[in-house]
């Protein structure tokens, strides 16, 4: 059985980011896994009870998620973490791809918290609950890496 991808759904042209924009991501790779029927989408924010649009929120020193307004949003990003978890878990994806530098999303990194648009070293809650359980998480720029990886 090949595995499925778990795909941030922005990357899949569904307007769900934050300011109502999506990251549309084409790709030979993503559209061969398309035609096998082996992508699943999910929003993390959005399935974690988050509006669209929503105001930007970044990972603060103390772990907790807040908006740009000051607004703890922890719960509702730990939230989208379990389900996107248990969506990858249902549908057999070993792999994920998923939307770098998002505080739900971002792989490796992420913003440091001061909304200044400085990224540091980090995954966002989405991946890292991922990569804990054994999933291989790439971003929007390492889909040679991925396909690699999943094979074909
Ligand atoms: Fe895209 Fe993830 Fe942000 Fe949803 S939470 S808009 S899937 S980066």
């Not at 300011?19 to 993390?44: A, M, W, Y």
């Not at 020193?61 to 509702?76: E, L, M, N």
Request: charged share 15%.
């Amino acid at each position: 059985q090949p595995s499925s991808l778990l795909v941030s759904a922005c990357l899949l042209g569904q307007a769900v980011r934050y300011d109502g924009g999506h990251l549309l991501t084409q790709h030979p790779f993503i559209e061969l896994l398309r035609k096998q029927n082996r992508l699943v989408s999910i929003c993390p924010e959005v399935i974690g009870g988050l509006p669209t649009p929503r105001p930007p929120a970044e990972l603060i020193a103390s772990g907790k998620i807040v908006t740009i307004d000051g607004d703890d949003v922890s719960a509702q990003f730990q939230k989208g973490a379990e389900l996107a978890l248990k969506k990858a878990q249902e549908t057999g994806c070993s792999f994920a791809l998923l939307a770098a530098g998002s505080p739900s999303c971002g792989n490796e990194r992420i913003y440091d918290g001061s909304f200044s648009g400085k990224l540091i070293a980090g995954a966002g809650a989405t991946a890292q609950l991922l990569m804990d359980h054994g999933i291989r998480v790439f971003n929007q720029h390492q889909l040679e890496q991925l396909e690699v990886a999943m094979g074909s």
